[in-house]
């Protein structure tokens, strides 16, 4: 289950309780390269999107709304719209002194359309239309590069990995 | 030091023994971003180059060669050329099944010029002619992401994430 909780402690693995908690995690259908259920280091440890895209996935599915919970997301920013094409190895810090790692782009799948049919049962076929609506709109994943407390009310700075002159 | 060996024991972390293993690190001057010597996630874990790299490093240098041990390289591969431009998400993957994700180009700074420079006291200003020599030739920096053990004459599989629909 997503909640809504006002701070976090970011630790190295993620956010502790998390279900994508971890240092390592299990491969999956998304990392082909390994037999499935092998330990293998984890990129996947903080998912965020933007509430920007969010609103657009909402508009394309002609609903109201579409919650960050009921995608499973970690983070909701707001006022960076093009977050989704944010580039590896961008980083995104926190007043505290925290610091995430983006480590690409999350890939749409049918789970989080889904819920968001559990919550408008009068439409068709959300779930698999979501994963058109959502496509280049469904967030990043990020590592935690420094831990940390983030805040509900943080205003973060995101320094965006130019690939021609990359950030080390 | 850096000497050859036939085979390595890749953890997560890297190789246990290198000056560079760990699962996190000490930022330094290449992460302006943190304060220097905060403890930040290790994406510099093993440092590979290219035999053609080198090669083309040494011709413009106008010395004979350049040895991979001289810029303390992890391994070198040979029949990759376009190593260093190896995109951020790619994989490298060995006979053994572990592997190797590709965190980015590694910077070059004047200290592998300088290990040069005592191989060829006669040549002038090798330390700082290398960073310009070894621009965009410097080689990749990896995280371990699935662990095993690799040899000298192992063949690799290198799997190229393109951005535009990136691997996960």
Redesign the interface.
């Known amino acids: 289950m997503t909640r809504r909780i006002p701070e976090a402690a970011l630790e ?1 693995g993620g956010i502790k309780g998390d279900r994508h908690f971890g ?2 995690s299990k ?1 999956d259908s ?2 082909p ?3 499935r259920g ?4 984890n ?2 440890q903080i998912t965020i999107v933007s509430e920007e895209d969010l609103a657009q996935i909402a508009r394309e599915l002609e609903i109201e709304k579409v919650l960050p919970e009921w995608l499973g997301a970690n983070l909701l920013v707001k006022g960076y719209p093009e977050l989704t094409k944010l ?3 961008s ?1 995104i ?1 926190f007043p505290s ?1 925290a ?1 995430l ?1 983006c ?3 999350n ?1 749409p799948c049918t789970l989080p359309g889904e819920e968001i049919q559990k919550h408008y049962e009068h439409h068709a076929k959300l779930a698999t239309r979501f994963v058109k609506a959502g496509y280049k709109r469904r967030g990043i ?1 990020c ?5 940390g407390i983030i805040h509900e009310t943080d205003e973060v700075q995101i ?1 965006v990995n130019d ?1 021609s002159n ?3």
Chains 1, 2 share one sequence.
Do not use: H, K, N, S
């Open positions: 190295f240092i390592t491969a998304r990392q390269m390994y037999p092998t330990e293998i280091l990129r996947r580039t590896l190895g980083r810090l002194g610091g790692i480590m690409g782009e890939m994943v590592a935690v590069e420094r831990p320094l690939y990359p950030m080390q």
